[in-house]
């Protein structure tokens, strides 16, 4: 058999022949190729492929579009790249306005903005089909492993422990050192202002806020330089958490620096944390956030160590959570209230310096609730008299909201109406202005009226349209704490404080800056009213 095989001339292939026929098979494909791109220049081919490229880029946007929204093709690539990055209210409005739902592309991320009340509520509450994302880089600046961005069990870990940080107990302990820091502040400001000349107080109120904050979450652990250091330096990292910026963190860009800037923050955070575990196994009394959530966590370890006796109360049961994930967590308090608070505060003062009526009223409130005395410190119960107070801080967030723009990332594919679906891997930006600038639940809206709030007014009752924190499971922890915060420091400013706001004609435009403020920075001055220690 094996002769008559031979002779019909049938050789059977060595291993060596075997394991060359693939790449001979390449070979020969690379030489048909070659054949075919003769006379073909390298140009022609970049065309080829550029042109193939933006075309994808195109069909891709338009499929992705569908019905809703949008311009009807995108600059290829880049998209509204460039518009975005000085980005105009204005253009915003025109997009709320085009429709409930539109869209734009930037490089790689399909973006569509819900812009009606029901859209805004169906997105936050939808838990299973988006998470939070902030940015395209905002993992990458927080950290991919941050609490914000886990969903179900692992969130619901985390905000277990958190839930009891802004409960009415630890907002009544961080009154004190708040109010501390109004006084050194308001020092500062009569200081700056000795000149009478006005000056743009943007980045004063950033600098308050940002203190307030830090001796809130971190108590006495943080020091007065660290302070002064990430007031000065948070600008980059908000610079950094853009709505649209480069995609890659690269050197030497605002991405990079602002990466750079958070891991140095959370670094003292986390330093911080050390100082306060120490602190609380020692038995001593929380003075901060920081300090209260650590005491949780050492109560429900050492619960779980000891025997128990009938009648013995159980704690909130949580894990131990690590000093980085502390640290991390901080991080994202002072990320939520940084730029809000700044944008908040800047309007609140430059609106009551409009209006004097207004001012009159919170003046003779803040008066009352201390019982004739102005410098009587603040406490809870005095929070909870500054009704006309409190009015007018809602009506300030209503008329003129720091975040107007919530963006999620799509996890899988959303049908977000029964006409569209929003394809897995966009981005949905759930908007908050339209809500609550809305002509049919506000009367002119576009005016502001704190007498809306009070009893008779149509704002409390407008429940659904009250999205300045969110909604769902995201909805923001410290609602009441940055309401209290907002009443306590204007409260108290009017008792001691004069001031001008001296207006031009960019006062009342607004410029966004991850939130919104007055185009012009807000040219204030101050002068004393009283002293603000008690004349001896």
Known sequence: MAESVVAAGFNPPSAVSSADQPFQTLVNSVGVVGKTLEGVSTWQIVLTILVVAVTYDQLSYIWNKGGIAGDSWKIPFMGPFMQSMDPKFHEYAAKWASGPLSCVSVFHKFVVIASTRDLARKVFNSPAYVSPCVVDVAKKILRPSNWVFLDGKKHVEYRKGLNGLFNRKALGMYLPEQEKVYDAYFKHWLKVSEDGKPRQYMGEFRDINCAVSLRTFCGYYISDEAVADISENYYKITEALELVN??????????????????????TFEECAVKSRIAMEAGKEPNCTMDSWIKVMLEARDHAKREHVEGDKKPIQIREFSNTEIAMTIFTFLFASQDASSSASTWQFQILA??????????????????????????????????????VIKEQLRYRPPVIMVPYEVKKSFNVTPEYTVPKGAMIIPTTYPALHDPEVYVDPESFNPDRWLEGGEAEAAVKNWLVFGSGPHVCLGQHYAIMNFMAMLGKATLFLDWEHSPTPLSEEIKVFATIFPQDDCYLTFKERLPLERPS
């Open 246 to 267: 480069f995609p890659i963190i690269l050197p030497w860009t605002k991405t990079w620096y602002g990466k750079k800037c958070a891991d140095d923050v959370m670094n």
């Open 354 to 391: 409009n209006r004097p009526d207004v001012l009159e009223k919170v003046r003779e409130e803040q008066l009352r609730v201390r019982g004739g005395d102005p410098y009587k410190r603040l406490d809870l119960d005095m929070m909870d008299a500054m009704v006309y107070t409190r009015a």
